[in-house]
């Protein structure tokens, strides 16, 4: 009798886990759905341009990205003898494998594996320069204590041959403290761009070719013919990337000359839009993975009046997967729905480092103050501090649709409007950032152009004359960052209460 | 006994029938919301207001005042910028916040409580002030304040942090020389 109750307990529990994990896979959401998609991608601000995306078809037949055991990538003077050769010596070995996925802990380690998976990849190349310490010098990026640089990682997907492998989301979103900890999700600081730049400037990649790149990534339909979206030269090229401050991204879907500051994935889950222009909203894993879906490769196959960035024939139409060109080199592929769905839980699982800012109580309370009294706090309201809205930039008035459909904070803010105009990532709108977490941050304002808090407070940035720390294009010896003034105009003693305040966020 | 009281009182109101009409400079608007529990001080500073009030004939007195909503000034010019816009005051289509009286009556010496009318943004509700009436001189100042929520009026949505209701408090004074520039007009 006992036995019996024993035996009927287990069969109890197996289904009840049998129903469990086909409930997490029903709930997966479908990651390329045309109708999700239409609601949760914002428009351009100029309303006659037409977007239309790679049909379901197509991309329900992309191949499947395989997601393969992925190996560290060291400087050159902490590789231990003999590592490269031992990985040729390993077997590939599939890492991201759906049968194995039971627990909510198990689709987090999942999906930190498509977190770190690269979308380009080459050969490992013995006669190219290899990375060494001289590259990280004048704050060209960071590494680790032991000497890993998490930008790329080693991948084997077929025994004796090592890839190098870039541009995953780690790449972006993985920043590496003074200490030489590593923070998954942060604002990133590890983009190296000396080997790139001397790519360029040595002509092995060809100018024209690059060229053709950038007008890929770049160029806006709705732009005005005065806007450049190529550089003239590759030296302009050069020095364009110089100025990119750690923190900041140039990519796809950005004005020429405009880069972006990398938002922090931690805490993201509460953020109700994605990019600094709002691009995207995010009610759930399903808008989360639609995003990476975008991001990795699928927003340069959507057309804008007829213009696929990513399209052949002259950027009118689909390529086959073996046709892609993305000026990044990611290949024709793309995740599976479960991958990006894992992916959104381990996104959502980063957990910000602990903070290791101390200030005297008094100081906090007296910053806090001037932070409700100054108004920052309407807009970076607690416990987020952000109120999850979108503030129209100058030069665009939200419809009347919009305000039923969005989250509208209805004024400007008065910063640099290009990004929110005249890009492709372009809504008419920036979303009010959370300022949790700017303490490991070093790229503020949507193009980076300020570095520290400090700067941002300070009322000389708003002058002609002004040289600003951050990103500035290279033929600008001076420029002003204007907008956003909350703040400026506070006495020293108030600053510097509400910039310890804010580093304890 | 009562004859001679009525027309007392019909003597004080056949005297009425001056309009005042306050400049803006004489009429200070102050606004106080709670925000995040630290309360935001504002003004408006362009006010007009035509005062007809006569202590002894209540019921044939009036005040109105219409103040610009455009001048409205809280000290961070993008927020003073915002209060202009549609989820606000809404400039473009409401031009003024105007207040008219409806009726009076004295509660105490110097006192009076008004029942008035108050249009913001096309919306109108009615509201009680109490209000102070004091003469020095050759000039009279009337100074109160009142409260009301702003969702009433359609100013804003819901916060968490911003305090729904607003406390406005107002003063005008009627000068010699305000009086020496007075209109007269009959009082219908």
Redesign the interface.
């Known amino acids: 009798m006992k036995n019996k109750r024993i035996t009927l307990s287990i069969l109890f529990l197996a289904l009840l886990l049998a129903t469990a994990l086909n409930f997490i896979t029903d709930v997966i959401p479908k990651t390329w759905d045309i109708d999700e998609i239409k609601r949760f991608h914002l428009p351009p601000p100029d309303s006659l341009v037409k977007v239309e995306y790679a049909p379901e078809e197509y991309y329900s037949e992309l191949p499947e990205h395989v997601i393969f055991k992925t190996f560290p990538l060291y400087l050159r003077e902490f590789e231990r003898s003999g590592y490269l050769d031992s990985l040729r010596q390993l077997e590939p070995e599939i890492t991201f494998d759906l049968a194995k996925l039971k627990t909510q802990e198990d689709w987090i380690k999942a999906g930190e594996l498509v977190f770190n998976w690269p979308a380009a990849f080459t050969p490992y190349n013995e006669k190219a320069p290899q990375l060494d310490s001289s590259l990280f010098q004048n704050g060209n990026g960071k590494f680790t204590q032991d000497g890993i640089y998490p930008f790329s990682r080693y991948v084997i997907n077929e025994k004796g041959k090592v890839l190098v492998g870039s541009l995953s989301c780690a790449s972006c979103h993985t920043r590496v403290m003074e200490s030489g900890d590593v923070i998954p999700g942060a604002q990133g600081n590890v983009f190296n761009t000396v080997r790139f730049a001397n790519s360029i400037l040595s002509g092995k990649i060809p100018f024209e070719i690059f060229k053709f790149g950038q007008q890929q990534l770049n160029y806006t339909p709705w732009a005005p013919p005065m806007m450049r979206f190529v550089p003239v030269s590759p030296q302009e090229y050069i020095q364009n990337l110089k100025k990119l401050p750690a923190g900041g991204s140039d990519r796809q879907g950005m004005a020429y000359g405009y880069p972006f500051a990398t938002p922090s994935l931690i805490g993201i889950k509460d953020i109700k839009y994605l990019d600094a222009t709002g691009l995207m909203k995010h009610e759930g894993p399903g808008d989360l993975m639609r995003y990476a879906a975008f991001n990795q490769g699928m927003d340069m196959l959507t057309s804008y009046n007829g213009f696929m960035p990513g399209g052949k024939n002259n950027f009118s139409s689909l390529p086959l997967p073996d046709e892609w060109n993305h000026p990044f080199g990611y290949g024709g592929k793309r995740y599976s729905d479960e991958q990006l769905y894992a992916l959104t839980q381990y996104i959502y699982s980063l957990q910000p480092p602990e903070n290791p800012n101390k200030f005297p109580e008094n100081l906090l309370v007296r910053g806090e103050?001037v932070f409700?009294?100054?108004?920052c706090?309407?807009c970076h309201?607690p416990p987020l501090f952000t109120n999850n809205k979108l503030t129209p930039v100058n030069g665009f008035e939200p419809p009347e649709s919009h305000?039923t459909k969005y989250d509208?904070?209805?004024?400007?803010?008065?910063t640099d409007s290009v990004s929110a105009l005249y890009s492709r990532r372009g809504t008419g709108y920036y979303k009010i950032p959370s300022l949790r977490g700017v303490w490991f941050r070093s790229a503020f304002f949507h193009n980076g152009n300020l570095t520290t808090l400090e700067e941002v407070l300070d009322s000389a940035r708003l002058h002609d004359n002004y040289v600003p720390t951050g990103f500035r294009p290279p033929h600008l010896k001076t420029m002003p960052v204007k907008g956003?003034?909350?703040g400026t105009d506070l006495s020293e003693a108030d600053k510097q209460a509400l910039i310890a305040f804010l580093k304890t966020l | 006994m009562i004859k001679p009281m009525i027309l007392l009182v019909l003597l004080a109101c056949l005297s009425f029938n001056e309009k005042n009409e306050i400049p803006a400079k004489q009429v200070k608007v102050n606004f106080l919301i709670y925000?995040?529990?630290?309360a935001?001080e504002g003004t408006l500073s362009k006010v007009e207001a035509i005062i007809e009030f006569n202590p002894n004939c209540l019921e044939e007195s009036k005040i109105v005042a219409i103040a610009d909503p455009k001048s409205i000034n809280t000290g961070?010019?993008?927020?003073d910028?915002?209060l202009l816009?549609?989820?606000y005051f809404d400039v473009k289509k409401f031009r003024e916040i105007r207040l008219q009286s409806k009726s009076f009556r004295k509660l105490k010496k110097n006192f009076y409580s008004g029942n008035f009318d108050l249009t913001i943004k096309g919306t109108t509700h009615p509201i009680e002030i109490v209000f102070k009436s004091t003469s020095k001189g050759n000039s009279t100042m009337y100074s109160g304040e009142f409260e009301t929520n702003r969702l009433d009026f359609g100013l804003g949505e819901k916060s968490?942090?911003?305090g729904d209701s607003v406390k406005i408090s107002f003063s005008a004074e009627l000068s010699v020389t305000t009086k020496m520039n007075i209109k007269k007009v009959n009082v219908e």
Not at chain 2, 35 to 38: E, F, H, L, P
Not at chain 2, 76 to 79: F, G, L
Request: net charge positive.
């Open positions: 103050r409700i009294q100054a108004g706090v309407t309201t305000f509208i904070f209805n004024v400007s803010v008065e956003h003034t909350f | 925000n995040a529990g630290i935001v961070i010019t993008i927020r910028k915002h816009r549609s989820d968490p942090i911003l």
